[in-house]
Nanobody, 124 residues
Framework: QVQLVESGGGLVQAGGSLRLSCAASGRTFRSYAMGWFRQGPGKEREFVAAISWSGGASSYADSVKGRFTISRDNAKKLVYLQMNSLKPEDTAVYYC?????????????????WGQGTQVTVSS
């Protein structure tokens, strides 16, 4: 397993941008696909984006496609979520997670390690 710590959350106006980072520890980081999820007030945790271990493949929720970009730097053991054109409905706690699965990245159940989350608040 890897240990994950998110950072980069904050308060931003609608239309603004934020970049979230997820720092991983552990020697096997490059073996894991990585995902971002979010959980808004009173809502279930939902899939946002995921990226393969090599960075060669990625997947996005329809609600963020074209606005968010996931990337990773295996040498630095970092995963990023660049969020542009933010909307109030993007307000949530954002979590990164790791998985050895090569598919079903949209499912929280395939992830075996989670960070503590970082709050993103988008004001209208």
């Amino acid at each position: 397993q890897v240990q994950l710590v998110e950072s980069g959350g904050g308060l931003v106006q609608a239309g603004g941008s934020l970049r979230l980072s997820c720092a991983a520890s552990g020697r096997t980081f490059r073996s894991y696909a990585m995902g971002w999820f979010r959980q808004g007030p009173g809502k279930e945790r939902e899939f946002v984006a995921a990226i393969s271990w090599s960075g060669g493949a990625s997947s996005y929720a329809d609600s963020v496609k074209g606005r968010f970009t996931i990337s990773r730097d295996n040498a630095k053991k970092l995963v990023y979520l660049q969020m542009n054109s933010l909307k109030p409905e993007d307000t949530a706690v954002y979590y990164c997670a790791s998985t050895t699965y090569g598919s079903r990245w949209y499912s929280p159940g395939v992830y075996d390690s989670w960070g503590q989350g970082t709050q993103v608040t988008v004001s209208s």
